[in-house]
């Protein structure tokens, strides 16, 4: 009970920060535009196609994490969690190939040689960037602290990509004013650049999703954490081996206990809830910890 009513509060954290999100990007997107058009900037434009594309990738967070709140069921008796990964996957698709298209129209601008056809950006885009960069950081700390409040990789994602584009509206800025200062090829050229920081955000949004679906294990130090806490519970007398794996923003915990075998079964439960206990009150992203008890050699 207590866990369901944990998803549904951290489905409406995600829902109110997704809004937000939602609105200002849309606000934002049409400002560049304007921008991007009326000051003759094909950074800026390429900047507010990028803003319009992040309401359809806080979208697809926002679905992965409904599905990943899900309780367990018959069908899916682990739990759903690995779904918010496959989505955060979907997600940086998404991101790279809006990344790919905008890096292919400014190098096609670059490489072809024509930088007098090339008309100088007004000062209205200098000033979209601007608001783009406060805006975008703004967005990026909002969606942060969402994120390790409800403990979300996805959210978290969501989050970077924010900051990447407060990254990449720096690089309009540059070429914006680069160009005015009477070098225009650097307006295509932020437009590169701004495609390489998406493709560098979708990159990490997909490896980070990998490794929560490939079974990776939990940091060393986490490990030896683990163990230093059983080695403390009652009735402990060794470790005979521990694994972890990492199961979407969760972890499962596999370990092998070595105890006196002339306990009574009861004892021995005894023995296995202590550790389970201790370590959801000390590690609170693991699901379930599985104990097996050895008995100690003579």
Known sequence: MASSVSGQSNE???????GVVIVLNLLLASFKFFAGIAAKSDAMVSDAFHSATDIITTI???????????????????????FECIFSMILAAVVAAVGLGIGYSGMQKVISGNYNTLEIPGVLALAAALVSIVVKEGMFWYTRWGAKKIDSGALMADAWHNRAD?????????????????Y????????????????KAAFDIFTDAIKKVTDNSCDPQVVEGMKEMILRQNGVGGIGGIKTRLFASRVFVDVVVLTDGNQTLNQ?????????????ENYPKVKHCTVQ???LEE
């Open 293 to 295: 008890l050895n008995p």
């Open 60 to 82: 697809i967070m926002l679905i992965g994490i409904k599905i990943a709140s899900k309780e367990a069921d018959d069908k899916h008796p682990y739990g759903y969690e690995r």
């Open 12 to 18: 409406k954290i995600a829902l109110r920060i997704a």
């Open 184 to 199: 225009p090829v650097l307006d295509p050229l932020a437009g590169v650049l701004i495609a390489l920081f998406i493709l």
């Open 268 to 280: 021995a439960h005894s023995i296995t809830r202590g550790i389970q206990n201790a370590m959801a």
């Open 166 to 182: 407060a990254l990449s509206s720096v690089g309009s800025f540059l070429g914006i004013l680069g160009a005015r200062m009477g």
